[in-house]
């Protein structure tokens, strides 16, 4: 089965991102694994500390284990933001297939040694595990705001991307992204806006995967020139939530005297999958190959044009 080095490799040669999708309960994760199975594109399944504890480590991991297993496609878990070894430690020991190991609040030069701390100790587990470095500001909670910070400050530079990225393979910088999303960002009236130079720099110099984190709000056209300067993941989740309020709500208002679950859900369900969808066609849009393969080597004709 392909591994998750092998999909961000190829998705590097292709000129794609693969979507990064955080996960609460049953509901997002089907809807993140429906939409990725119906364009045929890889996708991850993120979950932070707090949606780790609610789902619990290793029962999150057993499902996306067997849907990976039983529907032979290449979905990824990865332990997002994780600000403890030994919480990383955990979810490497229940299979988790990348670790987002976030010390990015300390002093740089802790950062580096804590990082560095973390790589070895969780390859010593699991030596295929991929372990990303995370550096600079871009604030916390994926939740929505009324202000914002300057987002001009704690931008990473190249020179602290170049100390933090040996050993690590994956590299989260600071380029404009923020958690989180603004109320006038809901509204759809400002979007988030991206240094994209900065980004091809930080790659330039790195040659290392990189992740976008806190994009959700971002500018469309932004994240198209993300990609092709040097991104390889990309995390949706604020989004990701509103889109599941949003169909609960519709749900419950359209049912009201309806108790049965498994009949409100799906429109919740439904909600997320619109959102995912867009997000995955995006991602892809800039493909310069063929469409990537599936785990078992299968391919379909490539799938999702590029959205307004």
Known sequence: MITLH??????????????HFNVSDLITLKAVFESASDQNVPVIV??????????GVRQIAAMVKSLREEQDFPVFLNA?????????????????????????????????HQT????EALKAIRPEILVEG????????????DTARDLRKGLTTPTEARQ????????????????????????GDTKKRLDIERIRTIKEQTRVFMTLHGASGTDDGDLRRAIAAGIT????NTEVRIAWRRGLDSA??????????????????????????????LFNSGRRHASLSRASGRSRAPHGAPIS
């Open 46 to 55: 993120g979950v932070s500390e707090g949606e780790r504890q609610f789902l």
């Open 233 to 236: 993941v990309v995390h949706i």
């Open 134 to 145: 995370e550096i600079g500001d871009i604030g916390s909670g994926s939740e929505i705001h």
């Open 164 to 187: 933090l990225e040996t050993r690590i393979d994956t590299l989260a910088p600071a380029v404009g992204n923020m958690h989180g999303m603004l109320r006038s960002m809901v509204a």
């Open 80 to 112: 997002d933001h994780t600000h403890s070894l030994a919480s990383a430690m955990e979810a490497a020991k229940a299979g988790f297939d990348w670790i987002v190991f976030d010390v990015s609040t300390l002093p740089l030069e802790e950062n580096i």
């Open 6 to 19: 092998e999909v961000l490799k190829q998705a590097e040669m292709q000129g794609v991102a693969i979507g």
């Open 252 to 281: 419950l208002s359209t049912q009201p005297n309806e108790i049965v679950p498994y009949k409100i859900l799906p429109q919740a369900i439904d909600s997320v999958k619109r959102l995912v969808g867009a997000r995955l066609a």
């Open 116 to 119: 560095r701390t973390a790589v």
